[in-house]
């Protein structure tokens, strides 16, 4: 499990993010107080406060990680 600070500051940057998270089999999560939502739903992402950090939750082996967050490291914070 890997946990990564990231900001979607736009739609579009939503879109993007949900794109590249679905190209992956591992199991992704997104915190932001109290709230989790799947990483891979854009209504859930959608419903949470984009204004503040998020919390990226990666369920998966730290090989598939790796690779995943090279592809988010525009979003990381």
Not at 15 to 20: D, G, H, R, S, Y
Not at 38 to 45: C, E, Q
Request: net charge negative; with cysteine.
């Amino acid at each position: 499990m890997t946990e990564i600070n990231i900001k979607l500051a736009a739609i579009n940057d939503v879109k993007e993010f949900v794109n590249i998270v679905n190209l992956y089999e591992h199991d992704c999560d997104i915190t932001v107080g109290k709230y989790v939502v799947d990483a891979k739903s854009i209504m859930g992402l959608f419903s949470l406060d984009l204004s503040k950090e998020l919390k990226l939750t990666v369920h998966g082996g730290d090989d598939e990680a790796e690779a995943f967050v090279g592809k988010i490291k525009k979003f990381v914070v």
